[in-house]
């Protein structure tokens, strides 16, 4: 059983660019969060997806977005990037309902440049 | 969610038991204790979480104190692949507080030969 995959695993954009991350949840679940980690620290949570809509938000500015489509897999869009964008973005999924045992993907790490 | 206070590192000998200590002194009567782990490279595991019952599953126990201020992960035989950044999480575990994890630094467990 496939847990969370994300893709790509690296990626290298210049300042000012566009990205977009991908992730297919866990199988049998449905709800789908994303977090930046930054070198050495703990991950911080950006936003969560159920049922194709954000659900809930951190504080991170609207150049995040976010997108979940009917199979329940969801992309990460960051615009104007900038350097301190360069960190691992990991993506978290459950099952609705299930509030423990998220499971999170390896990440992808992003470098701006 | 309550804030968690863990050491910066711990060293554990292979074989022997690991006991992670976590502070949470402010935390709610209906917030849990999660416990996470991050293998380098890799995205969070989920490890155990419990109330104010000592719980236990095949990764590990969790005990907590009967004041529920803190609380200790223990791992019975560590091995060397149990060395990673162990994060020790409180919320609340309802539908209402949404999927967010509020990550702090974690633990950063060495297991030696």
């Known amino acids: 059983d496939a847990g969370v995959t994300q893709s790509p695993t690296h990626l290298i954009k210049t300042r000012g660019q566009q990205v977009t991350l991908r992730c297919s949840p866990k199988?049998?679940?449905?709800?789908v969060s994303w977090y930046q980690q930054a070198l050495g620290q703990g991950p911080q949570f950006i936003f969560q997806y159920y049922e194709e809509e954000e659900r809930q938000r951190g504080n991170f500015p609207d150049r995040f977005s976010g997108h979940q489509f009917p199979n329940y897999s969801s992309e990460l869009n960051v615009n104007a990037l900038l350097l301190g964008d360069s960190a691992l973005y990991l993506c978290?999924?459950?099952?609705?309902?299930?509030?423990?045992?998220?499971?999170f993907g390896s990440g992808t790490r992003l470098t701006v440049v | 969610d309550a804030k968690t206070t863990q050491p910066t590192s711990m060293d554990c000998a292979e074989g022997r038991a690991a006991n992670l200590p976590c502070n949470h002194s402010?935390?709610?009567?209906?917030?849990?204790v999660y416990w996470y782990r991050q293998i380098h490279s890799q995205g969070p595991q989920y490890i155990i979480h419990?109330?104010?019952n000592n719980e236990t599953n095949e990764m590990a126990s969790l005990i907590i104190t009967e004041d529920r201020k803190s609380s200790t992960l223990i791992l019975p035989h560590a091995t060397l692949r149990d060395t990673a950044v162990y994060y020790c999480?409180?919320?609340?575990?309802?539908?209402?507080?949404?999927?967010?994890?509020?990550f702090g630094e974690g633990t950063q467990l060495t297991v030696n030969p």
């Open positions: 199988s049998g679940h449905d709800t």
């Open positions: 978290a999924s459950r099952r609705q309902g299930r509030d423990y045992g998220y499971t």
């Open positions: 999480i409180v919320r609340v575990a309802k539908e209402t507080s949404g999927s967010r994890l509020t």
């Open positions: 419990g109330l104010k």
């Open positions: 402010t935390i709610s009567g209906n917030e849990y």
